[in-house]
């Protein structure tokens, strides 16, 4: 007979047959029958001495599946006896790591190997879910580096599988053998002992599986499968399905604890140093995690082994072990994955704190930008991987270079957006597109919206809210709002001071910010106001005077018919019903005592929504006057007042003593109390009178009847309303929300003195409001 060679690397040179224990012609290797100390062959070329548990003379002629188990058993207990000492186990493996410095690149191998394992182990939606990595792993397997470090590689792989297999049908001490693999992987990383080991593994489980899936269908895997035993143990697999399933468990266990490890090798050393402790407390687990790993592969090929050798009827009480590692390995990968977590949300901080570093440097005044394309790509979506934006008009998805070098508005809100104000937006927009030749009308407009990062996935509910909304816009919009990331977010509320209301941020084509927010113009001024800068909203205000359009601005085309045809207009509000009833009556007398021609429309109030409606139904069941019936008439009618004075806030001039600045503080602040009333004559204001004003100097008429025919009626109700006014002296109030810019002190309206600050707690009992209230 020929000298036989040493069949694998780690196993010394056996003379004679190599052949399972049990087979018929089996006979003792020659050792004692303790076993003995070999010379292996490590990685680096030196020799190391290991103790390699074998069959002493006594067990040279087990013939029978019982003996052989009884073997097995022993020698397993031995060698957990032997290792009870986990400190002294690991010292022994970490003796054995001496890396050289080479990298591997594990991801596309391990990308191969977890889908042999999971076909292997039936993991159908692990396979479903894989099918991305799969699609990246083909595609890099066709990479020549890739297909270079397999070749590299394959030399250690094969040699691993053949120790697994050797030792496994030798009945091996699981430890030596787990050991005599760190010791030939020495100069390997963790992540890389861990990955080849595992493919080792695979390559014989994957074989294993191959066959038994294909040998009754090919008769060449029929004839290996044969070879091998496999019908015969394949014919009894209900018996065996414990077994196979404690297996499956463990191999899907330590494919999840290899994945953990060597998604801590990729972390980004820019982000996380090893003085993490995160990262510390893991590295330090790492090695143990590794052992065990291996340690369970050792386990699973001698549970293959033993069931080929031994036959169906062994093992079936004996998948303990397999649960009993297959529970430690949870144990490890769960205190892995959660310093994995640590890890992620530690460089999750540290790159948002760097995108809030680039986004501040970008929006710096005194740098200057090509285009808007890095300002929008910095806010919206940096990569060139999907189209970001949907467009209003089409419902397609575009990229953002539809917005390259425009005039664009950025509008942010949060999902809480009223239709009110969406439904004035969208008309305001609308008009703009009718003349898109018009200079006013070079804009677009995107929406940004703000969502709750801390909960992800978007709920079901937030989901459909957004897409609601979304379809509702006939401007850009963001395609999904987890595109907008916390950076941004965070961003927008510093430096644009976004709350809970909406705001406008302007950026000329280059992306330089013209204005933080210029909600207030548009609501104002509509598209007039372009291109939003402070200079034209000071500009505007200069053409501004004291009028009735000031305060409707379109609102209402009746009222501005009553304009034109020169009539007095009482403007006018509150929630006391008993108020709005005498008020209402008492101006419809003193008109037809006095002849005028006198119209009345009831506006509302700021708040009280609920209340407002009511008085609204009252009006019209009495026929007292002319009421908005479109509440989102009522909301655009005071959310421009509170514009226009945040607007005189955001130019720094709250406490301009200008008439119109005057009076408009005037009107927000009778609005919070009480009933008011404006009376024009045509375009000009008459008198802006609180309640306790207004209906005293109305019910007064037949005091100042008799300054009618000299003064007329409208010097003769102002003149008497005045002295009304200088005794009453009602008192002005204006309540900011936490989520508004507030001036640092105001001046009175009435009496021009520094208003005193107060803190105060307000609740209308009102669930709907009128939204978007600045006050």
Same mark, same amino acid.
């Given at each position: 007979?020929?000298?036989?060679?040493?069949?694998?690397?780690?196993?010394?040179?056996?003379?004679?047959?190599?052949?399972?224990?049990?087979?018929?012609?089996?006979?003792?290797?020659?050792?004692?029958?303790?076993?003995?100390?070999?010379?292996?062959?490590?990685?680096?070329?030196?020799?190391?001495?290991?103790?390699?548990?074998?069959?002493?003379?006594?067990?040279?002629?087990?013939?029978?599946?019982?003996?052989?188990?009884?073997?097995?058993?022993?020698?397993?207990?031995?060698?957990?006896?032997?290792?009870?000492?986990?400190?002294?186990?690991?010292?022994?493996?970490?003796?054995?790591?001496?890396?050289?410095?080479?990298?591997?690149?594990?991801?596309?191998?391990?990308?191969?190997?977890?889908?042999?394992?999971?076909?292997?182990?039936?993991?159908v939606?692990?396979?479903?879910?894989?099918?991305?990595?799969?699609?990246?792993?083909?595609?890099?397997?066709?990479?020549?580096?890739?297909?270079?470090?397999l070749?590299?590689?394959?030399?250690?792989?094969?040699?691993?599988?053949?120790e697994?297999s050797?030792?496994?049908?030798?009945?091996?001490?699981?430890?030596?053998?787990?050991?005599?693999?760190?010791?030939?992987?020495s100069?390997?990383?963790?992540?890389?002992?861990?990955?080849?080991?595992?493919?080792?593994?695979?390559?014989?489980y994957?074989?294993?599986?191959?066959?038994?899936?294909i040998?009754?269908?090919?008769?060449?895997?029929?004839?290996?499968?044969?070879?091998?035993?496999?019908p015969?143990?394949?014919?009894?697999?209900?018996?065996?399905?414990?077994?196979?399933?404690?297996?499956?468990?463990?191999?899907?266990?330590?494919?999840?604890?290899?994945?953990c490890?060597?998604?801590?090798?990729?972390l980004?050393?820019?982000?996380?140093?090893?003085?993490?402790?995160?990262l510390?407390?893991?590295?330090?687990?790492?090695?143990t995690?590794?052992?065990?790993?291996?340690?369970?592969?050792?386990?699973?090929?001698?549970q293959?082994?033993?069931? @080929?050798?031994?036959?169906?009827?062994?093992g079936?009480?004996? #998948?303990? &072990?397999?649960? /009993?590692?297959?529970?430690? *390995? !949870?144990?490890?990968?769960?205190?892995?994955?959660?310093?994995?977590?640590?890890?992620?949300?530690?460089?999750?901080?540290?790159?948002?704190?760097?995108?809030?570093?680039?986004?501040?440097?970008?929006?710096?005044?005194?740098?200057?930008?090509?285009?808007?394309?890095?300002?929008?790509?910095?806010?919206?979506?940096?990569?060139?991987?999907?189209?970001?934006?949907?467009?209003?008009?089409?419902r397609?998805k575009?990229?953002?270079?539809?917005?390259?070098r425009?005039?664009?508005?950025?509008?942010?809100?949060?999902?809480?957006?009223s239709?009110?104000?969406?439904?004035?937006?969208?008309?305001?927009?609308?008009?703009?597109?009718?003349h898109?030749?018009?200079?006013?009308?070079?804009?677009?407009?995107?929406? @940004?919206?703000?969502?709750?990062?801390?909960?992800?996935?978007? #709920?079901? &509910?937030?989901? /459909?809210?957004?897409?609601? *909304? !979304?379809?509702?816009?006939?401007?850009?919009?963001?395609?999904?709002?987890?595109?907008?990331?916390?950076?941004?977010?965070?961003f927008?509320?510093?430096?644009?001071?976004?709350?809970?209301?909406?705001?406008?941020?302007?950026?000329?084509?280059?992306?330089?910010?013209?204005?933080?927010?210029?909600?207030?113009?548009?609501?104002?001024?509509?598209?007039?106001?372009?291109?939003?800068?402070?200079?034209?909203?000071?500009?505007?205000?200069?053409?501004?005077?004291?009028?009735?359009?000031?305060?409707?601005?379109g609102?209402?085309?009746?009222?501005?018919?009553?304009?034109?045809?020169?009539?007095?207009?009482?403007?006018?509000?509150?929630?006391?019903?008993?108020?709005?009833?005498?008020?209402?009556?008492?101006?419809?007398?003193?008109?037809?005592?006095?002849?005028?021609?006198?119209?009345?429309?009831y506006?509302?109030?700021?708040?009280?929504?609920?209340?407002?409606?009511?008085?609204?139904?009252?009006?019209?069941?009495?026929?007292?006057?002319?009421?908005?019936?479109?509440?989102?008439?009522?909301?655009?009618?005071?959310?421009?007042?509170?514009?226009?004075?945040?607007s005189?806030?955001?130019?720094?001039?709250?406490?301009?003593?200008?008439?119109?600045?005057?009076?408009?503080?005037?009107?927000l602040?009778?609005?919070?109390?009480?009933?008011?009333?404006?009376?024009?004559?045509?375009?000009?204001?008459?008198?802006?009178?609180?309640?306790?004003t207004?209906?005293?100097?109305?019910?007064?008429?037949?005091?100042?009847?008799?300054?009618?025919?000299?003064?007329?009626?409208?010097?003769?109700?102002?003149?008497?309303?005045?002295?009304?006014?200088?005794?009453?002296?009602?008192c002005?109030?204006?309540?900011?929300?936490?989520?508004?810019?507030?001036?640092?002190?105001?001046?009175?309206?009435?009496?021009?003195?520094?208003?005193?600050?107060?803190?105060?707690?307000?609740?209308?009992?009102?669930?709907?409001?009128?939204?978007?209230?600045?006050?």
């Amino acid at each position: 007979m020929a000298q036989p060679t040493n069949t694998g690397p780690f196993h010394p040179l056996v003379k004679g047959p190599v052949n399972k224990p049990g087979g018929a012609s089996a006979k003792p290797p020659p050792v004692d029958n303790h076993g003995a100390a070999h010379s292996l062959p490590n990685n680096s070329g030196s020799t190391s001495m290991l103790h390699i548990a074998t069959p002493g003379a006594s067990h040279a002629h087990m013939k029978g599946p019982s003996a052989s188990q009884a073997l097995i058993r022993a020698d397993r207990t031995t060698g957990m006896l032997a290792m009870s000492d986990d400190n002294v186990m690991m010292n022994q493996i970490l003796s054995t790591h001496a890396p050289d410095g080479r990298e591997v690149d594990v991801r596309p191998l391990l990308y191969l190997v977890e889908d042999i394992l999971n076909r292997a182990t039936q993991h159908v939606d692990v396979i479903v879910k894989g099918t991305q990595a799969q699609i990246e792993m083909e595609e890099k397997a066709q990479q020549a580096n890739y297909i270079a470090m397999l070749e590299a590689l394959t030399f250690t792989i094969d040699r691993i599988a053949c120790e697994l297999s050797y030792k496994a049908y030798r009945g091996s001490d699981a430890h030596a053998t787990t050991t005599a693999i760190f010791n030939f992987l020495s100069s390997y990383t963790w992540d890389a002992k861990l990955v080849l080991s595992l493919s080792a593994f695979a390559l014989n489980y994957g074989e294993f599986w191959l066959l038994a899936q294909i040998y009754s269908t090919n008769q060449l895997a029929k004839s290996m499968a044969i070879l091998k035993q496999l019908p015969s143990l394949l014919e009894h697999t209900a018996p065996l399905k414990p077994r196979f399933d404690a297996l499956n468990t463990l191999i899907r266990t330590m494919m999840d604890v290899t994945r953990c490890v060597v998604e801590f090798k990729e972390l980004p050393s820019m982000y996380i140093s090893q003085d993490a402790p995160a990262l510390a407390t893991a590295l330090n687990l790492i090695p143990t995690a590794v052992y065990w790993t291996i340690r369970s592969m050792v386990a699973c090929a001698t549970q293959i082994s033993s069931l @080929i050798t031994m036959g169906h009827e062994y093992g079936i009480s004996e #998948s303990w &072990e397999l649960s /009993t590692l297959a529970h430690k *390995l !949870r144990n490890i990968h769960e205190h892995l994955r959660q310093q994995l977590n640590f890890c992620y949300r530690y460089i999750e901080e540290k790159k948002d704190v760097e995108t809030y570093q680039m986004l501040l440097n970008l929006f710096d005044p005194n740098m200057m930008h090509i285009d808007n394309m890095k300002i929008l790509k910095a806010l919206i979506y940096a990569r060139d991987d999907k189209l970001p934006l949907i467009d209003g008009a089409t419902r397609r998805k575009v990229g953002l270079d539809v917005l390259r070098r425009k005039n664009v508005l950025l509008l942010i809100s949060s999902l809480d957006f009223s239709s009110d104000e969406l439904a004035i937006l969208e008309q305001i927009y609308n008009d703009s597109r009718i003349h898109e030749t018009r200079l006013e009308s070079q804009y677009e407009v995107v929406w @940004i919206p703000i969502v709750d990062r801390s909960v992800v996935p978007l #709920s079901e &509910e937030t989901r /459909t809210k957004f897409e609601t *909304l !979304r379809s509702t816009m006939p401007w850009y919009s963001v395609e999904d709002p987890l595109l907008i990331e916390k950076p941004v977010i965070r961003f927008i509320k510093e430096v644009w001071h976004f709350r809970t209301k909406p705001i406008l941020v302007v950026l000329d084509p280059q992306g330089k910010v013209l204005s933080p927010n210029a909600i207030h113009m548009m609501w104002i001024w509509g598209s007039t106001a372009f291109p939003f800068t402070s200079l034209r909203e000071e500009a505007l205000w200069r053409d501004e005077t004291w009028r009735l359009e000031l305060l409707i601005d379109g609102i209402d085309p009746m009222i501005l018919n009553w304009i034109k045809e020169g009539k007095y207009i009482f403007l006018y509000g509150g929630d006391d019903v008993e108020w709005v009833r005498k008020f209402a009556t008492s101006a419809r007398r003193v008109a037809s005592a006095s002849g005028i021609p006198l119209e009345m429309v009831y506006v509302g109030k700021s708040n009280k929504r609920e209340k407002v409606t009511k008085v609204t139904s009252i009006i019209n069941a009495e026929n007292l006057s002319h009421a908005w019936q479109d509440q989102a008439m009522v909301w655009f009618f005071w959310t421009r007042l509170e514009s226009m004075l945040f607007s005189k806030i955001q130019l720094g001039r709250a406490d301009d003593q200008d008439p119109v600045m005057l009076q408009i503080k005037k009107l927000l602040s009778y609005g919070r109390e009480g009933g008011w009333a404006v009376l024009s004559r045509g375009s000009d204001i008459v008198v802006n009178g609180h309640s306790t004003t207004i209906l005293p100097a109305v019910g007064g008429y037949d005091e100042w009847k008799v300054n009618v025919a000299d003064k007329g009626f409208k010097l003769a109700f102002k003149e008497y309303h005045d002295r009304l006014h200088d005794v009453a002296h009602p008192c002005c109030r204006f309540e900011f929300p936490t989520a508004t810019k507030v001036p640092e002190s105001m001046r009175c309206p009435e009496c021009l003195r520094i208003m005193e600050t107060y803190t105060s707690f307000v609740c209308c009992h009102d669930e709907q409001g009128i939204p978007g209230s600045l006050f």
